[in-house]
């Protein structure tokens, strides 16, 4: 973290803390993101109420980013429900969750999302499944830790990534987002 400093602005957000989910105590909390303008840093705007999604950094702070889901608590009432039942649950299983998306074009650039596409899971002798949101969203819950391999079930489409077997042994949630093309 300490040379991404020095390549990249960066900017200290203070929350008031609502409730903290995971590894997280206090009435307050400073995290730190990008100031914009390409660096993935996030733009909370001043009186926001957020739902906020932090890594801690070598030095025992915290760090966030776009691409870590930080949305306005009022746009993602569904999110903050899954993860008060996930925290409950505890070690009933591990959380694999992403958005599925198209290979991009050369040109473009740009990797649709892949809308209401079945994705299927296998992995210690059981098949799960889950469906992607208008938005490509998907998540699975109560899956093993050994290796989970994942396909997509619509014809004449593979996963080009993540290849291979994903292995959740340590994580108890992870995120992985998946890139799907035509044979």
């Not at 079930?153 to 990534?161: A, N, S």
């Amino acid at each position: 973290m300490d040379w991404l400093r020095l390549l990249f602005r960066y900017r200290v957000v203070t929350f008031d803390v609502i409730e903290g989910l995971s590894g997280m105590s206090g009435r307050e909390v400073s995290v730190e993101t990008g100031i914009g303008g390409g660096d993935c840093g996030d733009g909370f705007a001043p009186g926001g109420t957020y739902l906020v999604f932090a890594m801690r950094t070598p030095s025992g702070g915290w760090t966030t980013n776009l691409c870590m889901r930080n949305r306005r608590l009022m746009d993602v009432p569904t999110d903050l429900v899954f993860l008060r039942d996930w925290m409950q649950r505890g070690a009933r299983g591990h959380s694999l969750a992403g958005m599925l998306s198209e290979t991009p074009a050369a040109a473009a650039g740009y990797a649709p999302p892949m809308e209401f596409t079945k994705i299927v899971a296998t992995g210690g002798g059981k098949t799960f499944i889950a469906r992607t949101n208008s938005w490509g969203w998907f998540q699975f819950d109560g899956l093993p830790e050994d290796g989970i391999t994942l396909r997509v079930d619509r014809p004449g489409w593979h996963i080009r990534q993540p290849a291979g077997k994903i292995e959740l042994r340590g994580k108890n949630c992870l995120n992985v987002d998946i890139v799907a093309s035509p044979d």
